[in-house]
């Protein structure tokens, strides 16, 4: 297993914590993501996207990752995904008033660096 897919499983970790913490604690996540819901029943969009989605496609890329099945196609779904992302925040801090908060820009690096990360199976693949 090269660097650039251990360096991907690790992203993938990163973003299946993410997901378990957002299954077992969705005001874990407002409190990350500075949102919350308008009702009531909103949580359970939280446990939904922040936590299964979040769970479900990281796990799909670690699974990936270590039986050798996928590696570059799964880190490839992700980095896009991580990666635009990112490309939404940047929108939200050229256009929007009120985003340009230290908040935003660390989370804009964290994306960028998953992004990244995970991109580096499909970059080795295709560079050599």
């Known amino acids: 297993m090269s660097w650039f897919v251990i360096i991907a499983f ?3 970790v990163i973003g ?5 913490g957002g299954l077992i604690s969705p005001k874990w996540r407002m409190g990350l993501t500075r949102l919350m819901p308008a009702k009531p029943e ?3 969009e939280f446990r939904a996207t922040f936590g299964g989605f979040f769970l479900g496609a990281h796990a799909a890329a670690m699974l990936g990752i270590l039986f050798d099945r996928g ?3 799964a880190s490839f779904v992700l980095a896009a995904a ?3 992302s990112a490309s939404g925040r940047l ?3 050229a256009l929007e008033d009120g985003t ?3 908040s935003n820009y660390i989370m804009l690096v964290i994306e960028l660096a998953l992004a990244v990360a995970l991109i580096l ?3 080795e693949f295709f560079l050599t």
């Open 10 to 12: 690790a992203a993938a």
């Open 16 to 20: 299946f914590c993410l997901g378990v």
């Open 42 to 44: 909103g949580a359970a």
């Open 71 to 73: 590696v570059v196609g």
């Open 82 to 84: 991580w990666g635009a």
């Open 91 to 93: 929108v939200a801090l």
């Open 100 to 102: 340009r908060h230290k």
């Open 121 to 123: 199976p499909a970059a």
